[in-house]
T-cell receptor, first 112, second 114 residues
């Protein structure tokens, strides 16, 4: 059973377009993290959201945590080829000793 | 500032064999977690080590075992390898009580079982 569902699984858009990636769950998480992974590398942390309704911005990336702390979204404005990669959301339960629960990821390709 | 170091980077083993993967955590981190990432999937939590003890374990059989050393480095051992064990194995380090700061991942060990 996949506790975190990400959509879409694959997305290919042109440079300059906007996009939103969704991460949904029936479980409540104490916090949620977004990672970006490039081929042959491990995931790299982008952001951690903790409070329900929280919005965090990282340059052209906007992250939102749902009010009930069950879902999250990542919005990219004016996508660039350098944004290409696998975007993973990961939920944290409790103090984190249970590790991260990852979604399957969204494969994003930004074409020049 | 060295991040997480994993070795080896690639490994080919035969079904039934045993394998040991190694991880050195980021400087200052005291906790090591291991993840298995199958092709096209997100990473799955195997277990986490803190103070040289297994703190928590995911849904993996006993063929998967680990160890953490006094210098916080860690090993992942897999016995009786199956074809389905072929995957990227990721090590992630963190602070035991600083999960909000996130995990630092290594580049992984690509294990192929033939």
């Amino acid at each position: 059973t996949q506790l975190l569902e990400q959509s879409p699984q694959f997305l290919s858009i042109q440079e300059g377009e906007n996009l939103t990636v969704y991460c949904n769950s029936s479980s409540v998480f104490s916090s949620l993290q977004w990672y970006r992974q490039e081929p042959g590398e491990g995931p790299v942390l982008l952001v951690t959201v903790v409070t329900g309704g929280e919005v965090k911005k990282l340059k052209r990336l906007t992250f939102q945590f749902g009010d009930a702390r069950k879902d999250s979204s990542l919005h990219i404005t004016a996508a660039q080829p350098g944004d290409t990669g696998l975007y993973l959301c990961a939920g944290v339960k409790g103090g984190g000793a249970d590790g991260l629960t990852f979604g399957k990821g969204t494969h994003l390709i930004i074409q020049p | 500032d060295a991040g997480v170091t994993q070795s080896p980077t690639h490994l080919i083993k035969t079904r039934g064999q045993q394998v040991t993967l190694r991880c050195s955590p980021k400087s200052g981190h005291d906790t090591v977690s291991w993840y298995q990432q199958a092709l096209g999937q997100g990473p799955q939590f195997i277990f986490q080590y803190y103070e040289e003890e297994e703190r928590q374990r995911g849904n993996f059989p006993d063929r998967f075992s680990g160890h953490q050393f006094p210098n916080y480095s860690s090993e992942l051992n897999v016995n009786a390898l199956l074809l389905g064990d072929s995957a990227l194995y990721l090590c992630a380090s963190s602070l035991a009580f600083g999960v909000l700061a996130g995990y630092t991942f290594g580049s992984g060990t690509r294990l192929t079982v033939v």
